[in-house]
T-cell receptor, first 113, second 115 residues
Framework: AQTVTQSQPEMSVQEAETVTLSCTYD???????LFWYKQPPSRQMILVIR??????QNATENRFSVNFQKAAKSFSLKISDSQLGDTAMYFC??????????FGQGTRLTINP | DTAVSQTPKYLVTQMGNDKSIKCEQN?????MYWYKQDSKKFLKIMFS???????INETVPNRFSPKSPDKAHLNLHINSLELGDSAVYFC??????????????FGPGTRLTVL
């Protein structure tokens, strides 16, 4: 069975700081995709970044980057120069065929001014 | 233009009632989904349809019946509503069928409250 675990229910940092959200997962497949979604108070689910398991290079999207450790089944999200608008729930998700996403429990991130 | 839309955004109803939530996507996607987000924010797949055909049913009670009249629409009908059905329901769609590179686009969610 696929599982995704986010061990940090809540995190809080000051504006402009860097923050890392952790995610571990379990799958028996060799190819899969991993995603980070952001859910601000508006409730809308927004894709932040994704990583294909075959690619060794870590994905980067502007201030967002991941540290993908395939052997350790770890997929952390780093947010650099954090902004007030980054305040949201962040969900790590695994997609491995079967046309469904398996989500972690979420991490509530608060950026303080 | 809204990519994935859901109506209504909020739904408050009494236990035992029957209600429907509608979802439409204008992205030309073949696959649509329903997810449930509970009070602890946990998101879980309920159903998935590909070209109007059911492909995933995650052990959801049969009081929940999805219907896909065409590939742009996936509606969720819930019979005999129970308190535990209170949650936010998200519709999503994706372009690719069986490939793993399957970015899903989410609707704004429908907050269902059963009294």
């Amino acid at each position: 069975a696929q599982t995704v675990t986010q061990s940090q229910p809540e995190m809080s940092v000051q504006e402009a700081e860097t923050v890392t959200l952790s995610c571990t997962y379990d799958t028996s497949e060799s190819n899969y995709y991993l995603f980070w979604y952001k859910q601000p108070p508006s409730r809308q689910m927004i894709l932040v970044i994704r990583q294909e398991a075959y690619k060794q290079q870590n994905a980067t999207e502007n201030r967002f980057s991941v540290n993908f450790q395939k052997a350790a089944k770890s997929f952390s999200l780093k947010i650099s120069d954090s902004q007030l608008g980054d305040t949201a729930m962040y969900f790590c998700a695994l997609h491995q065929g079967a046309q469904k996403l398996v989500f972690g429990q979420g991490t509530r991130l608060t950026i303080n001014p | 233009d809204t990519a994935v839309s859901q109506t209504p955004k909020y739904l408050v109803t009494q236990m035992g009632n029957d209600k429907s939530i509608k979802c439409e996507q204008n992205l030309g996607h073949d696959t649509m989904y329903w997810y449930k987000q509970d009070s602890k924010k946990f998101l879980k797949i309920m159903f998935s349809y590909n070209n109007k055909e059911l492909i995933i049913n995650e052990t959801v009670p049969n009081r929940f019946s999805p219907k896909s009249p065409d590939k742009a629409h996936l509606n969720l009908h819930i019979n005999s509503l129970e308190l535990g059905d209170s949650a936010v329901y998200f519709c999503a769609s994706s372009r690719l069928g069986l490939a793993e590179d399957n970015e899903q686009f989410f609707g704004p969610g429908t907050r269902l409250t059963v009294l």
